[in-house]
T-cell receptor, first 110, second 114 residues
Framework: KQEVTQIPAALSVPEGENLVLNCSFTDSAIYNLQWFRQDPGKGLTSLLLIQSSQREQTSGRLNASLDKSSGRSTLYIAASQPGDSATYLC?????????FGTGTRLLVSP | DTEVTQTPKHLVMGMTNKKSLKCEQHMGHRAMYWYKQKAKKPPELMFVYSYEKLSINESVPSRFSPECPNSSLLNLHLHALQPEDSALYLCASSQDGAGSYGYTFGSGTRLTVV
């Protein structure tokens, strides 16, 4: 059974810092890896999708990498802003199922 | 249209009520999902519809009844719920049943059972 863990569980940084969120999974036979953002009480917003044949994806200040052999993915956020404050969830995709990580709650202070 | 639309956004219902949650997408996605999320926890899968057929039921109590009238619409019928069913209910869709191109989520329905 796939288990997905995210470290750290919570992170508080001043505005402008570069930061890395970590995601690890137990079964390397994943299909894709997707990163989401969730604001309090809201739905999930897709940030980046790394398909099985890819090693990384970039969108603006966000960069996500995937190393299936080691069971790890990282989300890099450059020049963090207060608007980046949210919970970040990674999810491994298998057939018809997403397995979510435990989440990282990020607070960026002005 | 690149959105999954969920209605209502908020719902308060008594334990004897019958209500329905609605989810709609017009992206041509052929798989649709219901997830339940409790506070400070990740979403948990409830049901999967693939090509309008129920393909996964994660042992959800029968007081939750899903329905997929067509490829764009997904309903969740609620009856005789318990206070512990209060949660954020999320709908999602994917282009195919394997999620090859990722998943798109709606903004959720916040359900409170009193």
């Amino acid at each position: 059974k796939q288990e997905v863990t995210q470290i750290p569980a919570a992170l508080s940084v001043p505005e402008g810092e570069n930061l890395v969120l970590n995601c690890s999974f137990t079964d390397s036979a994943i299909y894709n890896l997707q990163w989401f953002r969730q604001d309090p009480g809201k739905g999930l917003t897709s940030l980046l999708l790394i398909q099985s044949s890819q090693r990384e994806q970039t969108s603006g200040r966000l960069n996500a990498s995937l190393d299936k052999s080691s069971g790890r993915s990282t989300l890099y956020i450059a020049a963090s802003q207060p608007g980046d404050s949210a919970t970040y969830l990674c999810a491994s995709t298998g057939f018809q199922k997403l397995v979510f990580g435990t989440g990282t709650r990020l607070l960026v202070s002005p | 249209d690149t959105e999954v639309t969920q209605t209502p956004k908020h719902l308060v219902m008594g334990m004897t009520n019958k209500k329905s949650l609605k989810c709609e997408q017009h992206m041509g996605h052929r798989a649709m999902y219901w997830y339940k999320q409790k506070a400070k926890k990740p979403p948990e899968l409830m049901f999967v519809y693939s090509y309008e057929k129920l393909s996964i039921n994660e042992s959800v109590p029968s007081r939750f009844s899903p329905e997929c009238p067509n490829s764009s619409l997904l309903n969740l019928h609620l009856h005789a719920l318990q206070p512990e069913d209060s949660a954020l209910y999320l709908c999602a869709s994917s282009q195919d049943g394997a999620g090859s191109y990722g998943y798109t989520f709606g903004s959720g329905t916040r359900l409170t059972v009193v």
